[in-house]
């Protein structure tokens, strides 16, 4: 397996745009979540799905963030409009249920968001 | 809530040595998990090893080793015969299974570590 797969890798964008970042979890992980990482506040839990469901979004900072999983290989995380402030290293992570195999998370490569 | 703390920003060690990064952590879950992960220079997060909370032994994975106790709520992790390639930033973690998944982690704030030859 190619592991949990996000795009874009970077990405610049004005105040004001809207930003859709990408991710393809491992085949057959049930569960999907999204990070941000940032100086300030460290590795912090936005959002996650159970079986493209979302089941906790208490981290997401604000409406202007909205996450989705249309299908079992494929979820996005929007910020619209996006501010300076959401500047981070987002990274998406994949896993089995406990008592499946691997107990750990498995993450993508992340996505470095740069909002002028 | 869980927390965790990672109380040394930054350490250094030389090449071959062994060196322990500390973390603790505070849960009210009965059932959790520990993990180590390495975030390196080019910035994706590397899992390392992990310590489920009912694990009787300390979890060991090559180099790595945890060093788990309970009592202490400590998650020490060890690196031995250090490498040039094991500079890098460390993170802490913990989950409550509880019938979720052990992905929805809350992460400490790290340690630097830099292996000088």
């Known amino acids: 397996d190619a592991g949990v797969i996000q795009s874009p890798r970077h990405e610049v964008t004005e105040m004001g745009q809207e930003v859709t970042l990408r991710c393809k979890p491992i085949?057959?992980?049930?569960?999907l979540f999204w990070y941000r990482q940032t100086m300030m506040r460290g590795l912090e839990l936005l959002i996650y799905?159970?079986?493209?469901?979302?089941?906790?979004d208490s981290g997401m900072p604000e409406d202007r963030f909205s996450a989705k999983m249309p299908n079992a290989s494929f979820s996005t995380l929007k910020i619209q409009p996006s501010e300076p402030r959401d500047s981070a290293v987002y990274f998406c992570?994949?896993?089995?249920?406990?008592?499946?195999?691997?107990?750990?998370?498995?993450f993508g490569q992340g996505t470095r968001l740069t909002v002028v | 809530a869980q927390k965790i703390t990672q109380t040394q920003p930054g350490m250094f060690v030389q090449e071959k040595e062994a060196v322990t990064l500390d973390c603790t952590y505070d849960?009210?879950?009965?059932?959790?998990?520990l993990f180590w992960y390495k975030q390196p220079s080019s910035g994706e997060m590397i899992f390392l090893i992990y310590?489920?909370?009912?694990?009787?032994q300390n979890a060991t994975e090559g180099r790595y080793s945890l060093n788990f106790q309970k009592a202490r709520k400590s998650a020490n992790l060890v690196i031995s015969a250090s490498q040039l390639g094991d500079s890098a930033m460390y993170f802490c973690?913990?989950?409550?299974?509880?019938?979720?998944?052990?992905?929805?982690?809350?992460f400490g704030q790290g340690t630097i570590l830099t292996v000088h030859p």
């Open positions: 310590q489920g909370s009912y694990d009787q």
């Open positions: 799905f159970n079986n493209n469901v979302p089941i906790d």
């Open positions: 992570a994949s896993s089995l249920p406990p008592g499946r195999g691997n107990t750990e998370a498995f």
């Open positions: 973690a913990t989950s409550n299974a509880g019938g979720t998944s052990y992905g929805k982690l809350t």
């Open positions: 085949s057959g992980h049930d569960y």
């Open positions: 849960t009210s879950d009965p059932s959790y998990g």
